[in-house]
């Protein structure tokens, strides 16, 4: 006798960060956060989860490795899914699985602790198979976010934002879907990958530094913050794309802002991250002088130097070409490796943008490879699929 799940979760982008928490063991955040869920297409996590009377013990397998279940957040997450388990046993009277050990074997297809939201999604799917497995209903983005607090954006697709909560017991700190995933219809994501090897500092270990020493974040988390949060709500609503773009770059720019000012610095951008800002801000000069603003273009950066940006569908192909003659790919590499995904589009560039990316000479920084992907939906059962 066995149960066996198989579930998918995609990764999220913030646009307004997640960045320092008020409790570290329920892990709730300072403030509210607001992201977008990519499609599963590019990138995903995928969680396997059996359960039998027959297992021996609890067994978990990372990317094809054995690994301790001794987590303390894997095993918050375990917890409160078999809490809810059981009251809803005793609740239908149902005989369960409670009592049979469980096998769980996750992947990720993308580099884990890159900077590339590894975490968020392989949480969100561990949460979301376990959900599965015990037959959970509701909302599970409270379990996810004991995982890891961007988790639990991806328990949803499309926009979602996190509220940060007021209760001590974190049960008000959850996410929820602000729109689908078509609310800016034919949207690309562009991640330019400078580096996907582990990041130096972590997000856990590097909030904590800016909490406890930061004066910038003080300001970031009273005034800031805040205003920007209900400035992006409104941009969205109003899909007013020009401003959402310039709210986002703010954003992002303030995280790495108050990072820089954390004892010791938690340095996560590279000459790279700061090239590809300057040639978005270039472009998006060009776009407002001609009058084109919804061709806008926007960068946001999490704790590690790849970029990722939001790009309008009419111009990715001339983004993802400026960005080529900016970043030549290897002599030993091809377009089809250096652009995983929707293939490139070539179009003529403008003589404008012809120019910026000669302006300052060569562009300092490489890019490894670039991800073309979209927005997409919350996590997926594929079991007897
Ligand atoms: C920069 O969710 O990885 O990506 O809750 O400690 O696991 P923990 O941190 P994590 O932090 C993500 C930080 C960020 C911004 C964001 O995604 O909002």
């Known amino acids: 006798m066995m149960k066996t799940v198989t579930c998918t979760a995609p990764v999220n982008i913030a646009v307004i960060k997640y960045w320092g928490k008020r409790d570290e063991t ?116 409270s379990v996810a976010r004991q995982g890891s607090g961007s988790a639990c954006r991806s328990i949803y697709g499309g926009l979602v934002q996190w509220y940060k909560g007021e209760e001590d017991d974190g049960t008000d700190s959850v996410a929820q879907s602000i729109a689908p995933p078509e609310h800016f219809p034919d949207l690309r994501v562009v991640i330019c990958v400078a580096n996907d090897g582990r990041k130096k500092t972590g997000s856990t270990i590097g909030m904590r530094r800016t909490v406890l020493t930061s004066r910038l974040m003080q300001y970031r988390i009273q005034e800031s913050v805040i205003s920007r949060t209900a400035a992006m709500k409104k941009a969205i609503k109003e899909k007013d794309w020009s401003k959402f773009c310039d709210l986002t770059m703010a954003d992002s720019n303030e995280m790495h802002a108050v990072c820089q000012d954390t004892s010791p610095p938690c340095v996560y951008m590279n000459d790279t991250s700061h090239t590809v800002a300057a040639l978005i801000h270039q472009y998006n000069d060009v776009k407002t002088t001609s009058g084109n603003v919804n061709h806008k273009v926007c960068y946001t ?80 059962d594929l079991t007897g699929s």
Not at 43 to 58: G, L, Q, R
Not at 308 to 320: I, S, Y
Not at 334 to 363: F, H
């Open 26 to 141: 329920l892990i709730l955040p300072l403030n509210d956060s607001i992201s977008f869920t990519l499609s599963q297409d590019e990138m995903c996590a995928k969680t396997t989860i059996s359960i039998s009377p027959t297992f021996k013990e609890d067994k978990f397998w990372l990317n094809g490795k054995e690994e301790s279940l001794e987590n303390p957040r894997i095993q918050n997450c375990l917890k409160e899914v078999r809490r809810r388990a059981s009251k809803r046993k005793h609740e239908s009277g149902v005989e369960g699985t409670l009592n049979w050990h469980i096998h769980i074997c996750s992947k990720n297809n993308f580099p884990t602790a890159a900077g590339l939201a590894s975490s968020a999604a392989g949480y969100a799917c561990l949460v979301y198979a376990l959900g599965q497995v015990y037959g959970i209903e509701g909302d599970l983005s």
């Open 301 to 380: 950066f999490d704790a590690g130097p790849n970029a990722c940006l939001f790009v309008p569908g009419a111009v990715v192909g001339e983004l993802l070409g400026l960005l080529m003659r900016a970043f030549p790919p290897s002599p030993t590499q091809n377009t089809d490796t250096y652009i995983t995904g929707i293939p490139i589009q070539p179009t003529d560039l403008t003589r404008e943008l012809k120019s910026l990316a000669e302006e300052d000479g060569q562009p300092t920084g490489k890019l490894k490879y670039l991800i073309h992907t979209k927005i997409g939906d919350g996590p997926r």
